[in-house]
């Protein structure tokens, strides 16, 4: 009875150190004040929103993939020009469910100590399987679309 009230007490305090976590990296953090302004800063700052808007602007001038060439060279252009409209956010949701399922395969294998088979399917499954298709399929359709681009 001992040893399940320890493991629900470290299983409820990992979750909290979690909730912690995610709060504060999600609470912006304000500079003091001052009367001098920091040039380099405020220029580096500049420099920084104007390189992503003409990089944003950059990629919606691109033109897309044509289609062109015998139908297994239309169909494979085909596939990469709708994988390349979709290219950021694709990388975005990767990034996302890559680091949901390390969080699920840690917590699995930090609670499920006495059940190896479960501890072995959860390192297997979250923490090594689905980052590693995730990695080999964002740098699948990049080098597709590098094909043809």
Known sequence: MKSNTKNLMMTVLLLFFIVILMVSASVPVRAANTKE???IYDSLQESMKNNWKSGLDQLEAEDQIEIKGPLPERI????ANAFYQHLVSI?????????ISLLIGIFI?????????????AITLFIVTIPLLLIIF????????????
């Open 91 to 99: 990388k975005a949701w990767s990034l996302l469910i890559g680091l």
């Open 138 to 149: 964002v740098f699948g359709i990049t080098k597709l679309i590098s094909m043809f681009h």
């Open 76 to 79: 494979l252009r085909g596939i």
């Open 109 to 121: 294998a930090v609670t499920a100590k006495l059940n190896k088979k479960l501890r072995r399917t």
């Open 37 to 39: 302004k920091n040039e």
